[in-house]
């Protein structure tokens, strides 16, 4: 096992910037996600500790060992690649068996250690088939075999599920993450996935456009954003965000956008103009005597009954949206009107300038 | 089946049929004349009163078929074992490996696709008269897979192409050399595109008539085509002989197509299906 450290590690393609001055430490034997949008460089951080690209400044370290001109087969390595990069010629035996025998282990060593690997990922009657004629599923645990089998340092995992359906790919997310608990191994899982990702790891870096936008465990991604990208993009129906005019008046802040207007106790210092941002499980339909922040009136837009819940997009006078969150049984038609109440503590405030956060009221 | 799809597959059924009888024809009129008995005057479109099959005894042994065949094999075999290995290095390094340059030599190489041997063939004939292999085999080797190697590469480069980048990274993280990768993973992979260009180029160098008639003085060397030319030019009156000697010379370039036929198609629309 070990560390994986990145040392302000740029990577331009050409004039492109792919990665940005990007730091991190990943712990020994933790599971770090990579999650964000397409072009937001997770990718191509995993690679790079793989060696599959060339830095174009700073340093990756595994363990003590300062890697960047370290062949990827001298890095002690494995990676699962998204679209599993099984050899098509070899049965699922030869594939697994493949990296020992380029690595010169001993025949016999190499056998105990296929069947062992076999074993933990029930993929024993798989091994005399050819890749093509396995399921996805099963390609992707030979892929995962594979990686195993050769018990590295450092795992790493590009997208592996994003090929399996949707119930498959939540059996497997556990099955991994069971994996890893047995076997302990540094593992660095990129996904674009927020739930993969929320699921999934000890801690989640958030990334976009190259930069690192966040690091932390899933918790304090989702409750204590650092900025509004991560806002948005961490939650499932996204975080509404509006912008709104601020007045202080003893000890309180008045919240305004034309005729929305929300009066709540002023816990931090603000500027005039902040960016609020609400999740949808903390706007609900307001009642008298609810403890919420409100009411804000809105015109029903559309309502999604979810089973569980109810989720109805909320249109603001001036053109600002919100989602609430109701119960399942709410029977609201859409083009009506309706006023939301929002958790007191539960508005996420941002700086419009830096879009950081600035706390929450 | 409704009337415009059955309509459509009428006509593409008779175009298929009429390119076919284009293709055909001249082929069954060969073989059609070559067992007219021998002397006689043969119809395309008519069949013997009887099949003379001793035509292709006379041929083969009166036309020194044994020879030729012996020069072409010799030919044809060095030229498919080198032109191969040397288009699948080739490929393997243009289509695999990012270096300075490779652009510019990949069109250099293409350069070879381009211009005909009709117009090189002058100062060809100095060059390898200066080396002292005129009426070599060596000769009409080196030339035929200097040529064979400008599609070979070509072909190679999209086979290797054609197969994920990933596959190259996990062999590379997997701990196998570039050597290694080229053996065990690409030769693997691209292995019916080789095998599709085994058989192209065997074709190629199997029938080539116009080298091998101005790179050779002897018979000893002549190779099968330009050998029935010779051939011809002794019986230039009786075409059922001359056409048992076209058949006799065309045979082996059709036998390994049949035997191959399957790998060739799936090697041919390999880059087809990956793109």
Same mark, same amino acid.
């Given at each position: ?16 910037? %792919? ?18 949008? +397409?072009?937001?460089?997770? &990718? *191509? ?45 070899? *049965? ?12 010169? &282990? ?76 047995? @076997? ?92 609020? /941002? ?17 009411? @804000?009136?809105? &015109? ?19 053109? %600002? ?13 859409? /083009? ?26 | 089946?409704?009337? *415009? ?12 049929? !009429? ?36 035509? !292709?005894? &006379? ?16 030919? %044809?075999?060095? @030229?498919?074992?080198? %032109?191969?290995?040397?288009? @699948? ?16 030599? !990949?069109?250099? !190489? ?35 897979? +200097? ?69 050779? *003085? ?58």
């Amino acid at each position: 096992m070990a560390t994986v450290e990145f040392r302000k590690v740029t990577k331009h393609f050409d004039e492109v910037s %792919a990665l940005s001055e990007f730091s991190l430490d990943i712990h020994d034997g933790e599971f770090m996600v990579f999650v964000g949008p +397409s072009g937001s460089g997770k &990718t *191509t951080a995993l690679r790079l500790v793989a060696g599959l690209e060339a830095i174009t400044s700073g340093e990756i370290l595994i363990g003590e060992r300062e890697v960047n001109r370290v062949a990827p087969r001298d890095r002690d390595i494995a990676m699962v690649f998204q679209d599993y990069a099984l050899y098509p010629q070899m *049965t699922v035996e030869q594939n697994m068996a493949f990296g020992l025998k380029m690595r010169k &282990t001993p025949k016999a060593e190499i056998a105990r250690r296929v069947q062992e690997t076999a074993a933990t990922l029930g993929i024993e009657e798989l091994l005399q088939r050819k890749p093509r004629a396995l399921s996805g599923g099963q390609r992707q645990r030979a892929a995962l075999g594979r990686a195993m089998v050769r018990q590295p340092e450092v795992f790493l995992m590009d997208e592996p599920l994003s090929n399996l359906d949707a119930k498959l790919r939540v059996q497997t997310r556990s099955e991994i993450k069971q994996l890893h608990k047995q @076997v302990g191994n540094t593992t660095v899982y990129v996904t674009h996935d927020q739930v993969e990702a929320m699921t999934m790891g000890d801690r989640v870096a958030v990334m976009s456009e190259g930069v690192l936008a966040q690091v932390g465990d899933a918790r304090s991604v989702y409750e204590e954003p650092a900025n509004v990208f991560v806002a948005g993009f961490i939650g499932s129906p996204s975080m509404a965000f509006v912008t709104m005019n601020v007045t202080r008046a003893d000890g309180t802040a008045i919240l305004s956008r034309g005729e929305v207007r929300l009066e709540t106790a002023a816990r931090v210092l603000l500027p005039d103009e902040v960016i609020v /941002g609400v999740r949808p499980e903390h706007a609900r339909i307001w009642h008298e005597g609810a403890d919420l922040v409100g009411p @804000v009136n809105g &015109t029903v837009e559309y309502v999604e009954m979810l089973g569980r819940e109810t989720l109805i997009g909320v249109g603001l006078p001036g053109g %600002a949206r919100l989602v609430a969150q109701a119960a399942p049984d709410l029977l609201i038609d859409v /083009g009506g009107s309706v006023a939301i109440g929002i958790e007191p503590g539960r508005m996420y405030l941002f700086d419009p300038a830096t879009e950081r956060s600035m706390g929450r009221l | 089946m409704n009337a *415009t799809t059955r309509r459509q597959a009428i006509i593409n059924y008779a175009l298929l049929v !009429f390119f076919c009888f284009i293709a055909l024809f001249p082929i069954f009129g060969v073989f059609i004349a070559s067992v007219y008995p021998s002397g006689s005057q043969p119809s395309s479109f008519k069949l013997p009163s009887h099949f003379a099959f001793h035509n !292709f005894v &006379t041929a083969w042994t009166q036309g020194d078929f044994s020879m030729y065949f012996r020069s072409s094999a010799i030919v %044809a075999v060095s @030229v498919v074992v080198l %032109a191969t290995g040397l288009s @699948v290095l080739g490929g393997y390094a243009f289509g695999t490996m990012r270096f300075r340059g490779s652009k510019v030599l !990949f069109y250099t !190489f293409i350069l070879g696709l381009i211009i005909p041997t009709e117009a090189t063939i002058v100062s060809l004939y100095y060059d390898i008269r200066s080396l002292n292999l005129i009426d070599t085999w060596t000769a009409l080797i080196l030339v035929e897979v +200097s040529g064979a190697v400008a599609f070979g590469v070509f072909w190679m480069r999209a086979a290797f192409l054609s197969a994920p980048r990933s596959l190259l990274e996990a062999a590379r993280i997997d701990g196998a050399s570039t050597w290694q990768i080229m053996w065990r993973i690409m030769i693997p992979f691209g292995w019916p595109a080789i095998l599709t260009l085994m058989v192209l180029t065997f074709a190629d160098s199997w029938n080539e008539f116009f080298l091998a008639l101005v790179l050779t *003085t002897s018979n000893q060397h002549l190779t099968a085509p330009a050998g029935l030319q010779v051939f011809s030019g002794k019986y230039v009156t009786n075409t059922p002989l001359i056409a048992a000697g076209a058949v006799i010379v065309a045979l082996p370039v059709v036998m390994v197509f049949l035997l191959l036929q399957r790998q060739f198609i799936r090697g041919v629309l390999t880059g087809a299906v990956k793109g």
